[in-house]
């Protein structure tokens, strides 16, 4: 018997009732029952997004999303601020590099997340930037950045904002209008507990009007397309219909726990695996650690691969490793979407089985132990 | 009780127990499993396109892989010659001038298909052409063009062909290496019956030299980035593993089955089909039909919208409008994926009952009875 459990930073867990929703009987996207889902699902996506913009909803992987607010936002004849730290915020100066479009690039240590300061004077120096990009959750560091004060120095330089959401969406506290953010994007399958697929993106009025303002070279992710297709409650593209259909039962699902509650969890669980990781002599990778996901540094004399794969093998704690140069020097614990505290205790004490049986020296029981206290809700002293 | 059966050309039908499969609990793409999984899918898609190249597979809808394919094979400095004669030539068109990519268009009347001699011409009066686009199956007038021929003058001319497969890989005849074409594309939504989500792109050793001598404006729908992960069993961009799980299952269905055997079942019922529509009086919109999908013309006097719509409602026939400016002229009967002749004969049924219903004058039973004749494995004379 191997229960498998996806401690993996996206894809997240997907529940047995979100995929039985997905073996349904599918119809057809162009009926009016589909549009109406289609418009559920929007009008539930703004609340996640905490927005009045209708976020579009792409067929394809987040880096889709991506690659269409690049097109639109970034012109060839105005120049982009792109922070990055970590792989993902690499990823946005590779797109924008992809496409020959000029930027300047505030790079900080991994594991460090951009702050409102920096970002004010970056903008300082460089008082030509028309836009900021921005990742709000650096996945590969497991790493947060201060989206709200980027987002208002941004305004009030008059530079749109695009934050990469897509492990903060959903899982953090995130308002983009209160925020004043002009682009977000995310994927389905993080808080939104769906398998990959699906890619969304919100975007205010003022950016529109930078999109609405050229001819992206842009087709497959062309916003325009999307937003001209929207107001049908439909798309340019055939839609992943079954996706659709789960999106539809997860943002419920989202809404009814309430979002505040949905941070609230992601919270309670980061805060615990540090209390956890702490107590067992474990470090945090990041300088700024995020709660959608916990980075923890591989001790001396601890194998990565071999930690790992125990864990998957023996306890079905399947945990990410680093990504790139970062591998074999931290593992991640996602806590994204459809996990809770009894997955993640279990996750701890596979961990500590897992280090015991490599020689690794701390108290059997500390991690759990760390863990438990900090969710208590009463004490018992 | 309502019986919803989709006879729309993508989305097909989804068989109950593909879906089941997808409802299984899902593993991270980045594991030993799914690797092998991958390659399955990779080798099993060999064997549906008839070619020794390795299919890639995209994440998004069909014109995600129509993208890729234009911004590979059509660079900025060389001529393409497209021809279309509906709505899916003309995205080919729209794609390559969303791009700015120079070409001559060949422009066939709504209901035809292409030949040889005809692109020959066209390659004769323009000698600079150095990529060739055709629709094999044209699902919007539901014609089909000689994809052998075409490819055969692009050899002998040195132009790479590139194929829309979209409606015709894993339906009718397709033989990529055979014939010699360059670049072929499908989605998952069609003959290899899943949901919309996966698009493929098959590449020739002598289109990969194009792609591979220039930096196409690509990145999402990038297929050297594809080809590059391919290599180790994986994609640039996290993939919907729920959908490569479904594809598994269905191309194992398509080689259990053998994909001569698959071709013969369209062709069956697409005969059929025909026979039915002329037993009731009623006409093909193609002047070349394609055996994926049946284009009926609708007669005086009845009415579209009533007609489709009634279908579904009374007996959960849903058939395709026709689309663009050909809506209110023909419906479509899809003949691809998980659809066989209990089905059809249905759906020849409905066709009737609703028909009557508008006081359509025709012999009642006559559309079956031509259905069932064209059908019979033996005489009962």
């Known amino acids: 018997m191997m229960k498998l459990r996806l401690f993996t930073p996206g894809p997240t867990m997907v529940s047995p009732d979100a995929l039985l929703e997905m073996a349904y009987p599918l119809d057809h996207h162009r009926t009016s029952g ?24 792409l067929t394809g992987s987040g880096s889709a999303a991506m690659e269409g607010a690049i097109l639109g936002c970034c012109k060839k004849d105005a120049k982009t601020l792109v922070c990055h730290s970590g792989k993902f915020g690499e990823r946005w100066q590779k797109i924008l590099k992809r ?9 900080l240590e991994y594991g460090h997340g951009f ?13 030509d930037v028309k836009a900021v990009i921005f990742v709000h959750s650096e996945t590969s560091t497991c790493a947060l950045s201060d989206a709200q004060g980027i987002a208002k120095v941004c305004r009030d330089h008059g530079a749109l904002s695009l934050c990469d959401g897509i492990t903060s969406i959903g899982t953090i506290p995130f308002k983009m209008d209160d925020w004043g ?34 001819d992206a070279p842009a087709f497959y992710n062309d916003l325009k397309a999307y937003r001209k297709s929207q107001k049908d409650n439909d798309v340019p593209w055939t839609p992943n219909n079954q996706l ?9 699902q989202i809404k009814a726990e309430g979002i505040e509650n949905v941070w609230a969890r992601s919270a309670r669980l980061a805060k615990a695996t540090r209390a956890a990781a702490k107590a067992l002599g474990l470090s945090i990778y990041a300088a700024d650690p995020v709660d959608s996901v916990t980075g923890i540094n591989i001790p001396a004399g601890v194998e990565d691969d071999k930690w790992r794969k125990t864990m998957r093998a023996k306890y079905g704690i399947h945990v990410a490793a680093g990504q790139g140069e970062l591998k074999g020097k931290m593992i991640r614990l996602n806590h994204m979407g459809y996990v809770d505290e009894v997955d993640t ?37």
């Open 34 to 57: 589909f549009k109406e889902m289609f418009k559920e699902c929007t009008e539930l996506l703004s609340y996640v997004y905490q927005t009045k913009a209708q976020p579009l909803i």
């Open 115 to 127: 702050r409102a300061e920096g970002v004010h004077d970056m903008l300082k120096k460089n008082p």
């Open 345 to 381: 205790v279990g996750a701890i004490a596979a961990m500590e089985w897992t280090l015991a049986e490599q020689g690794y020296k701390f108290d059997l029981g500390a991690g759990v132990t760390a863990f438990v206290k900090a969710l208590a809700t009463s004490s018992n002293a």
């Open 244 to 252: 659709v259909k789960g999106l539809r039962y997860t943002l419920q």
């Open 181 to 214: 953010i002009d682009v977000a994007v995310t994927g389905s399958q993080k808080a939104l507990m769906l398998p990959p697929g699906l890619a969304f993106a919100a975007v205010s009025d003022r950016a529109w009007e930078v999109i609405e303002s050229h």
């Open 99 to 107: 496409f020959g479009l000029p930027h300047v690039e505030y790079k």
